[in-house]
Nanobody, 120 residues
Framework: QVRLVESGGGLVQPGSSLRLSCVVSGRPIESYTMAWFRRSPGRERGLVAG????????LYTDSVRDRFIISRDNAKNTLWLQMNSLKPEDTAVYYC?????????????WGQGTQVTVSS
């Protein structure tokens, strides 16, 4: 069974950086679109960043563009999200997700999430 496990979250001060990792077991990720989503209290889960199977295209939500970088290594079955210049508004549970379609299509396999808290 496919399993996605996120790690790297934590409590950091505004302006700090974090790198989230998602390790996928059970199936290789090389044929899948991968993405990071996040959910904060009172808000729907939304796309943070996505990346195609060959890293040929990436997609970022406006609020993180120029601050976050998504990357992947198919040989390691690993997805990363480098988060820079973190803001309190970035506080959320971050989820790794896998999809069979394009960046704007459905993602149907999810990790358990990792908490990111940005606070002084």
């Amino acid at each position: 069974q496919v399993r996605l496990v996120e790690s790297g979250g934590g409590l950091v001060q505004p302006g700090s950086s974090l790198r989230l990792s998602c390790v996928v077991s059970g199936r290789p990720i090389e044929s899948y679109t991968m993405a990071w989503f996040r959910r904060s209290p009172g808000r729907e889960r939304g796309l943070v960043a996505g990346i195609t199977w060959n890293s040929g295209r990436t997609l970022y939500t406006d609020s993180v563009r120029d601050r976050f970088i998504i990357s992947r290594d198919n040989a390691k079955n690993t997805l990363w999200l480098q988060m820079n210049s973190l803001k309190p508004e970035d506080t959320a549970v971050y989820y790794c997700a896998r999809g069979s379609g394009g960046l704007r299509d459905e993602f149907n396999t999810w990790g358990q999430g990792t908490q990111v808290t940005v606070s002084s």
